[in-house]
């Protein structure tokens, strides 16, 4: 048996060079949160009578979205909260206030991309780091959940 000693660093113990780095790494990461989102958009469509029936979504360039759905929207005020994540807001409140399908997607994909942003963002990244325990080499290469 060997023993390799390593001494690592939290994120905001790298050095400037090595925090670009594992940021760097970090932004090549998919939008987290996108399993959530999409479950919030179906049970938004569910609620006002619609199915959603393709998609293709870039969270961070929202104008380059498509949305299908099908069916005819009812005219009903909704709960604002449909699934219990945060992105049922924009959807719900957009609705109650003006009935209208693209605005609701509009807001909602604004949203979305300003949390995958702040997600990619060295603030953002940082946070996560600190929650999930994870932790580098002197050179910022990810050493996840070490200890």
């Known amino acids: 048996m060997k023993t390799l000693e390593i001494t690592i660093y939290a994120f905001n113990e790298l050095s400037e060079k090595a925090k670009e780095k594992a940021l760097s790494n ?3 990461e998919e939008y987290h949160w996108e399993r959530e989102a999409l479950y919030s958009l179906k049970s ?12 293709d979504i870039d969270w961070l ?3 380059h979205n498509f949305i299908q ?3 005819i929207p009812t005219n009903k005020f909704i709960k604002q909260n449909l699934t219990g994540y945060c992105m049922d807001y924009p959807l719900s409140k957009t609705w109650n206030k003006t009935r209208d399908i693209e605005q609701c997607l509009n807001s ?3 949203d979305c991309k300003n949390d995958y942003e702040y997600q990619l963002s060295e603030e953002g990244f940082s946070e996560r780091c600190d929650w999930a325990e994870i932790y580098f080499d002197e050179k910022g290469n990810s050493i996840s959940n070490f200890v």
């Open 108 to 110: 909602f994909f604004e």
């Open 44 to 55: 938004f469509f569910n609620k006002i009578g619609l199915k959603l029936k393709n998609y």
């Open 26 to 28: 970090y932004q090549q």
């Open 61 to 63: 360039y929202p104008n």
């Open 69 to 71: 759905y099908e069916g």
